[in-house]
């Protein structure tokens, strides 16, 4: 493999939503890690897959496509597991479409939900600057302005004790909550998980004034769970998002309260907010009981209960009877006016 060139319009998945347009693009063959910018050619024989575009949209990746995307790594509970050999992705190797904003990797497993990312990728080379530099997501990475002050805007924080379990449902309920309450200007972050530039618009949708994931501070995803590096990429996303003239704070913890480095976030958070408002989705009673428990020896406390456990009387019932906690129903249209 020799490398090549690359027009401008070529297919770009969403985890290099933040990296410029150009021109024209060269790649070259070299061991690709975490970040980088990188060429990928779908199987000749793999079955037509749906990504995330820059643009949000949902774009579809025939046999034979090439597109740009990023290495990275997932640990989701219901969907793909997954990540970046030793030394990196090898030119002309075929690796997989991990996640539908376009990291790719190894194929550690996957569950028996349908996926319509998950294929095959021939991986061609790394994109390269116009000195021969191989680009990064962390180039184009957000900061806070050198020495800009917390505003002390109140924070809501929602977890939740798996993947799927409403904590984005729950999130857009806050925030309307909050406009209804005339908090006209409140910043949302995704804290944790995997990039998802769906969700980000969601909260878009619902009136945020800015919205952050990790891919804005330089990471595809907060994954693998034991990353050394990560405080950094967390007290960068507090920097940015608590220092914004703002309202109020919405963050989600996204994936489940002991992946994706939650913990690692949540503590950072408790240094600078030790009282946050606190929303807890699970998927019923008893996970209900044990994330509290959690949360507690962590020093926070649960303001809400919501999510599936709430789904009917008699489960919400039991909920609040096992937890002592309000829960709400979030899903519901109008229940939001029931927030504190």
């Not at 060429?39 to 793999?46: H, I, P, Q, V």
């Not at 597991?81 to 996640?99: C, E, F, K, R, T």
């Not at 503590?267 to 008893?286: N, Q, V």
């Not at 044990?290 to 456990?309: E, Q």
Request: hydrophobic share 40%; proline share 6%; glycine share 10%.
């Amino acid at each position: 493999m020799d490398g090549g060139t690359l027009t401008a319009n070529v297919k770009r998945t969403s985890v290099l939503r933040r990296v410029p347009p150009s021109r024209m693009l060269h790649y070259a063959p070299a061991f690709a890690l975490e970040g980088d910018v990188c060429a990928f050619e779908l199987a000749s024989d793999a079955s037509p897959i749906l990504v995330e575009a820059v643009s949000g949209r949902a774009m579809t990746l025939a046999r034979g496509d090439v597109f740009l995307g990023a290495p990275g790594y997932r640990e989701s509970t219901r969907w793909v597991v997954g990540g970046i050999p030793d030394g990196g992705l090898v030119p002309g190797d075929n690796y997989w479409v991990l996640a539908d904003s376009g990291i790719v990797g190894d194929l550690a497993g996957d569950s028996p939900l349908e996926k319509t990312h998950l294929e095959q990728a021939k991986y061609l080379g790394t994109v390269r600057d116009d000195d021969g530099q191989i680009l990064n997501i962390r180039q184009f990475a957000a900061a806070a302005d050198a020495g800009a002050a917390d505003h002390r805007a109140p924070v809501s924080l929602i977890v939740g004790t798996s993947a799927e379990v409403g904590k984005t449902t729950a999130g857009t309920a806050v925030l309307r909550s909050l406009r209804q309450k005339g908090h006209g200007n409140v910043i949302a972050l995704k804290a944790t998980g995997t990039a998802s530039l769906t969700e980000l618009d969601t909260y878009r949708d619902y009136g945020a004034a800015q919205v952050f994931d990790c891919v804005d501070f330089g990471l595809p995803t907060t994954y693998p769970s034991d990353r050394r590096d990560i405080d950094r990429v967390f007290e960068r996303a507090l920097d940015t998002c608590l220092s914004i003239p703002a309202d109020a704070v919405l963050i989600e913890c996204g994936g489940d309260m002991l992946g994706a480095n939650v913990p690692v976030f949540l503590k950072l958070l408790k240094r600078r907010r030790p009282r946050p408002r606190i929303l807890l989705a699970a998927a019923d009673a008893l996970g209900a009981l044990s994330g509290k428990g959690m949360l507690k020896k962590m020093g926070l406390t649960v303001s809400l209960l919501t999510g599936p456990c709430t789904d009917t009387p008699t489960l919400r019932q039991r909920t609040e009877a096992l937890c002592g906690i309000p829960a709400v129903n979030l899903a519901e249209d109008g229940n939001e006016s029931s927030l504190p």
